[in-house]
């Protein structure tokens, strides 16, 4: 199978900007994950999709929103970025509601200037 | 918020040595997984172990879980070069679905 895949990989933007990054989960996946990691903060979630509905959300501005298909593709929006916004987004993908593994994407490298 | 703390920060070792690194938390969990993650690139899956497992083998890694004293810890024996990279904890918080909170990390040097 092939494994979850984020597109753009790199990004550059400037303040005030609005970006979409895309995640295409594992076949069969029905659970999409966000989130996001930088060098201060670490890894944080973002929120968590399944069957088109957002289930988990963690502390990040409503700047920061998500969607996810019915084939289980997940977009992720980012509206008026700041430079603190720069950092790694990771997608992860699982194939059932709570207590499974979760796969990763190689990740969208965002740039703000 | 992370979960809780991953000790060392930092290990440095030879080639062929075994790696310990401890991960410890906060809540009830449903699991915990781990994860290694190279030069700020995707995270790669390691292992998960349930909350009603006390230890689990893959491998060259063995990880044990004591949810009494909310901790974990990733064993990776006879290690190599490749193995040089950062290791996550992460745990799958009860009744938050497949939302996952992750430790600062362990960065593992091995030496050849």
């Known amino acids: 199978k092939a494994g979850v895949t984020q597109t753009p990989r790199y990004l550059i933007k400037t303040r005030g900007q609005q970006v979409t990054l895309s995640c295409s989960p594992i076949s069969g996946h029905r659970s999409v994950s966000w989130y996001q990691q930088t060098p201060g903060q670490g890894l944080q979630f973002l929120f968590e999709?399944?069957?088109?509905?957002?289930?988990n959300k963690g502390n990040f501005p409503g700047r920061f929103s998500g969607r996810q298909f019915s084939n289980s593709r997940s977009e992720m929006n980012v509206s008026t970025l700041e430079l603190g916004d720069s950092a790694l987004y990771l997608c992860?993908?699982?194939?059932?509601?709570?207590?499974?593994?979760?796969?990763f994407g190689p990740g969208t490298r965002l740039t703000v200037l | 918020s992370q979960q809780g703390e991953e000790d060392p920060q930092a290990l440095s070792i030879q080639e062929g040595e075994n790696a310990t690194m401890n991960c410890s938390y906060k809540?009830?969990?449903?699991?915990l997984q781990w994860y290694r993650q190279n030069s700020g690139r995707g995270l790669v899956h390691l292992i998960l172990i349930r909350s009603n497992e006390r230890e689990k083998h893959s491998g060259r890694l063995r990880v044990t879980l004591d949810t009494s004293k909310k901790s974990s810890s990733l064993l990776i024996t006879a290690s190599r070069a490749a193995d040089t990279a950062s290791y996550f904890c992460a745990t799958e918080e009860v009744e938050y679905g497949n939302k996952l909170v992750f430790g600062a990390g362990t960065i593992l040097r091995v030496k050849s």
């Open positions: 992860a993908s699982s194939s059932i509601g709570e207590g499974g593994e979760q796969f």
């Open positions: 999709y399944f069957s088109e509905t957002q289930r």
């Open positions: 809540t009830s969990i449903n699991n």
